[in-house]
């Protein structure tokens, strides 16, 4: 008996490998595109000649370069802080000691007048109640 489902030489699926066949040059969306050449490191470096060694960064000089940079930004600081200040005042509008004081006045006399008309809306309302009674 022969095996049916064994496909002849000519139907058999090719079996992909690991190799350059398997990674080919077709993509996903069925196009062919050539690959990239891979430049040789010796076309692109000159290896007969030494690596040059870079000598380490003097501590001292980075260290003075850092402390120039951060006074300049402590100078910026400071001038920004000048600047915010200016802009609150202007903000405030020349707001003073005594116009304060009047408003503040002025706010506590606005409220006290808010709870006598709620005294008044509640005396009106038990008024009212009487009077209902009282018919």
Do not use: C
């Amino acid at each position: 008996m022969e095996d049916s489902t064994a496909g002849t030489p000519e139907t058999a699926v090719p079996h992909e490998t690991n190799g350059d066949a398997a990674q080919g040059d077709t993509y996903p969306d069925g196009a062919r595109r050539e690959r990239r050449q891979h430049t040789p490191s010796e076309e692109l470096y000159d290896l007969s000649k030494p690596i040059p060694n870079e000598q380490k960064p003097d501590k001292t000089k980075h260290d003075e370069s850092v402390e120039v940079f951060s006074t300049r930004i402590n100078i910026l600081k400071e001038k920004k802080q000048d600047v915010q200040v200016k802009i609150d005042d202007a903000l405030e509008g020349g707001r003073n000691a005594e116009v304060m004081k009047e408003r503040d006045h002025l706010k506590s006399l606005f409220n006290k007048k808010g709870d006598l008309i709620g005294e008044i809306k509640i005396m009106r309302s038990r008024l009212d109640m009487v009077r209902k009674q009282a018919d």
